[in-house]
DNA sequence: ACATCTAGACGACGGCTGTCGTTTTATAGA
DNA sequence: TCTATAAAACGACAGCCGTCGTCTAGATGT
């Protein structure tokens, strides 16, 4: 019965929701995900165990709910907008994207181990990804006809590829260089949208 | 205590996991995957439950080497092989994924209902691509300096999101026409290792 | 201030999970 | 052929899952 999540009027709602990320990212401070169970979180949250469930179909939609939320959180904190093929918004999204990586892994301690159930990490952001380009490149297939979902689509799954694979295989390069190396790959894709001229130049520089 | 899935000599661990990796697909042609229970699993395969945490941790690593599993037959039935950034083996790959999706929604119904899992299932086959790939990119970092790992996950993840999309809003076009796209959404990508002269002949054709 | 609505508390239920130790069976190698 | 190895069977266990129906309390709107 969990009601949709974004944009809830009742506060007692949004603190339910809140207590129960809260209690979530506490645990997995020292546990990994799937050592975590459902009477757990409702413990910390000093809340009923029936009523998780009045929210949240099960800890996956929790862990869900939370990625996207602190995803987006972060993207608004910095005024991260998708707006049309800029490289530097571009950039702007890779950048938000490692650092989300790093702030999980660190401090908020998200995927402390690597559980089975990263995945299940990985689709939330790439939704997340997914939401801000969409933004910037409209999905109507208009005069190229090639239909602006697909390049979403393409370009949120290799942005997080890309900086997952950089991420998992640390020490390589620093951020900056990774993220220049990134946009470069991603302008082609972004670009066949429309607005190709400004894209070629750059993609052709040094 | 699963041993390693690939290569495994004894014929009755081949047997055994042979048996359980089809009683999934059996189970999976009527109910979701979140609603078959391992106790299901192991009865359709006439083997005791105790005896399928010997070879997968949990029913989600069933899934995951199923779908590997899958893939990679799929894959190497039309000795699909990418060797090295021509078009047409991207485009291989590329049909191969689609018609995997295909082939699991309807005739094998890995995935017959939309599961909160299906990011289990995306994770593999993005895995499997990516396998397919780095054959072909060699993932020294040579003189190019850009890291051949880097390519291919955002191009694996790409392929795989771009299908993806396809896939789900089905109808939008046909098959044919939306792998000639992705491959030109590809080719950039999967170029910038190194021999950029044909593709970017190919990428401005009409 | 009041009546209404509804989130949340609570206890209980059957079913599934993951693990353990022991016993049986069949393959692999000498 | 015979023996050592190891896969699989089996039964049992505590613990967690997801759901249900009922009841309380607090927020909402008049």
Redesign the interface.
Known sequence: MPISDCEVRDPRIRRTRQLLQGALQELMRTKSFDEVSVQDITDTATVNRATFYDHY??K??LLDAMVAGGFHKLLSERAVRYDGSCPSAASAVILATSDYLLQMASHEGVCQKQS?????V??AI?RAIGRVLAEGIPGNEDETG??G??????????????V???FD?QG??PVNE?VE??T???V??LS?GGAPEEMHALQSAP
């Open positions: 179909n099960d996956f939609a089975a159930f990263q995945p299940l990985d689709g790439v090639l239909g979902g697909m390049i979403v689509a393409a370009a949120s799954w290799a942005i997080y590829g890309a997952k694979e950089w295989a390589r390069c990774m190396r990134v470069k790959l991603m082609p894709v066949a």
